[in-house]
């Protein structure tokens, strides 16, 4: 049974380029939440999707959008990167959005030069 | 807005000992539900615990409780007969729901537990 796995591992970009993360959802999960953890800090929530909508967002700007596809797989892009985006970005998934419980996969670190 | 607060940057205890880290919370939702995680250095995010906030019986799995007291506003963590492996970050966090019944979680800032042989 395959946890959540998430691509790349690690990613380095300079000032205003664009990045997108990717994840896959642990087995049988439908629901997929993106943090961000600025280093020495806890996660940051990001936005939550669901049958392909974003259906909860934290308080981050529109430069941070989201997609979700038929197979419940994810992506997260990041337009015009700032420094202030270096982070390890984590995805997280539970088997439905009422689910308390999620699941999370091992990171991307991102690394903005 | 909710808020969750761990006022212990780091903490040591000694294998085979119990360890109790501090978690407190604010929330104007009478619906919530509160969690720990423990992040080791390798950077994932383990779900230890969880304990909704209509739960009567305070939550525990394995070596692990969660010491709900609702109105302190407090959910500490109890580590019970430590191991080396316990040694990680272990952060505190808070779910509300939205209007549509979809989550949104906020995690505090963490305590760096260290265990000693």
């Known amino acids: 049974d395959a946890g959540v796995t998430q691509s790349p591992t690690h990613l380095i970009k300079t000032r205003g380029q664009q990045v997108t993360l990717r994840c896959s959802p642990k087995?049988?999960?439908?629901?997929v939440s993106w943090y961000q953890q600025a280093l020495g800090q806890g996660p940051q929530f990001i936005f939550q999707y669901y049958e392909e909508e974003e259906r909860q967002r934290g308080n981050f700007p529109d430069r941070f959008s989201g997609h979700q596809f038929p197979n419940y797989s994810s992506e997260l892009n990041v337009n015009a990167l700032l420094l202030g985006d270096s982070a390890l970005y984590l995805c997280a998934s539970s088997l439905n959005p009422a689910d308390a419980t999620q699941y999370f996969g091992p990171g991307t670190r991102l690394l903005v030069l | 807005a909710q808020k969750i607060t761990q006022t212990q940057p780091g903490m040591f205890v000694q294998e085979k000992e119990a360890v109790t880290l501090d978690c407190t919370y604010d929330?104007?939702?009478?619906?919530?539900?509160l969690f720990w995680y423990k992040q080791p250095s390798s950077g994932e995010m383990i779900f230890l615990i969880y304990q909704g906030s209509y739960d009567q019986q305070n939550a525990t799995e394995g070596r692990y409780s969660l010491n709900f007291q609702k109105a302190r506003k407090s959910a500490n963590l109890v580590i019970s007969a430590s191991q080396l492996g316990d040694s990680a970050m272990y952060f505190c966090a808070m779910r509300e729901l939205n209007s549509g019944g979809y989550q949104k979680v906020t995690f505090g800032t963490g305590t760096k537990l260290q265990v000693i042989p």
């Open positions: 929330t104007s939702d009478p619906s919530y539900g």
């Open positions: 087995s049988g999960h439908d629901t």
